[in-house]
Each structure stands twice: as structure tokens, then as C-alpha cells.
């Protein structure tokens, strides 16, 4: 199984809702990412988990809360977000082998917010 | 500071013709990997091509092939026979070692022609 799955597909929320995003892998990776992504923009790095642990984040604001609750699990929860966070989110997982820079990512197909 | 650099925002081409995207890298680091993604409009990034920094053969994938000059930091992207299917948003990255940060260029949007 070579698949990142998200879900939801497609969320509109206003400013006062709270939301999740869930991101899911079954490939044995432990490495797992989420982007943001404006229109006709290389997608921007959030935050990266490796073994379950957050080792990466991009001074993303604390109304982005990402959660790893096990190695194939990955959320990102929402709170109080504005319109300008509307964008298509992204999740990724790795390898973490110790080889260099082997580690190709797998996406999914990404979550389009829109905040109104 | 690590930089991807992709020059051309837009490319076209002719259905069965061969594409070179270009794509040049920054980095004091020896040891390095780049990559190439393909992005068509539903959004998902697919991964197409992989080439490492002390990998002295240039990558192949299929009709996907990496023209790596190490020398000039350029990882260009060959398509060969292109498809319809092939008209999307590509991604060049690069991700150096020991870390779990890859860095984007800002793509080049191709279009291919029937």
C-alpha cells in the first residue's frame, strides 16, 4: 500500500470553528509532514514528525495544533483561523533511512480549506 | 542559504515531443538529494524522479530522465515522448542530508499540445 490518505477532501469553516484535519499512511514511515499550499506556490513546510516526535516547526502560529498520535496517524487541528490560512494542506510521510537523501516523500491529495 | 532556482514559469510543448525543465540548486552541503514532483490540477504531488549527490550515473525513470551536472549544481528534468497526461505544475527539490527538510523550487506550469 502506497497511499497517504486525508480527509477531509474539502472543509469550509468559519473564524470561531475548530476543525481536524487527518492524515493517514500504512507504508511503515516515520517521518510524516504538513504543508501548506497557495495557488501557483511550491508548498510551504509546517511541521514534521519523526518517530511520533515533532522535530520540525516552520514558527507556524499556534492556531495550527498538529497532533502524531501513532506511527500512521497525523491531524492537524484548527482553531481560529483566518482567511488568509484558506489554501490546500498537504500531508507527506518518508522513509527515515539512514541513506543519503534517499528518502523520497509520499503525498496525499490534500485537504482544500477555505476559512470564511 | 539552500536554493532551488526554476527559470521558466511556463513551458509548452508538442504531444510525443521531448521537454527539458530546468532547474538549478544552492548548497555548501556535499551530500544532498534532489527530486523531481509532478502536481496536476486535483492538487496531489506525485513523485517522479530521485538523484543523489555522489550517484554518478544521471537517474531514469521511464520516459522521466535527470540530467545531473554537479559542477554547474543543475538538475534537469527530460521528459521524452510527452503525453497529454503530462501537462501540470513540476516541482524540483531538494533535500539535504540528515535533515528532514526539502526545499521547493517554484515549479514550472507545463502544457502539452495535441
Known amino acids: 500500500d502506497t497511499e497517504v490518505t486525508q480527509t477531509p477532501k474539502h472543509l469550509v469553516m468559519g473564524m470561531t470553528n475548530k476543525k481536524s484535519l487527518k492524515c493517514e499512511q500504512h507504508m511503515g514511515h516515520r517521518a510524516m509532514y504538513w504543508y501548506k499550499q497557495k495557488a501557483k506556490k511550491p508548498p510551504e513546510l509546517m511541521f514534521v514528525y519523526s518517530y511520533e516526535k515533532l522535530s520540525i516547526n516552520e514558527s507556524v502560529p499556534s492556531r495550527f495544533s498538529p497532533e502524531c498520535p501513532n506511527s500512521s496517524l497525523l491531524n492537524l487541528h484548527l482553531h481560529a483561523l483566518q482567511p488568509e490560512d484558506s489554501a490546500l494542506y498537504l500531508c507527506a510521510s518518508s522513509p527515515t533511512s539512514r541513506t543519503s537523501g534517499a528518502n523520497e516523500q509520499f503525498f496525499g491529495p490534500g485537504t482544500r480549506l477555505t476559512v470564511l | 542559504a539552500q536554493k532551488i532556482t526554476q527559470t521558466q514559469p511556463g513551458m509548452f510543448v508538442q504531444e510525443k515531443e521531448a521537454v527539458t525543465l530546468d532547474c538549478t540548486y544552492d548548497t555548501s552541503d556535499q551530500s544532498y538529494g534532489l527530486f523531481w514532483y509532478k502536481q496536476p490540477s486535483s492538487g496531489e504531488m506525485i513523485f517522479l524522479i530521485y538523484?543523489?549527490?555522489?550517484?554518478?550515473q544521471n537517474a531514469t525513470e521511464g520516459r522521466y530522465s535527470l540530467n545531473f551536472q554537479k559542477a554547474r549544481k543543475s538538475a534537469n528534468l527530460v521528459i521524452s515522448a510527452s503525453q497529454l497526461g503530462d501537462s501540470a505544475m513540476y516541482f524540483c527539490?531538494?533535500?539535504?542530508?540528515?535533515?528532514?527538510?526539502?526545499?521547493f523550487g517554484t515549479g514550472t506550469r507545463l502544457k502539452v499540445l495535441a
Open positions: 538523484q543523489g549527490s555522489y550517484d554518478e
Open positions: 527539490a531538494m533535500r539535504p542530508s540528515g535533515t528532514y527538510k526539502y526545499i
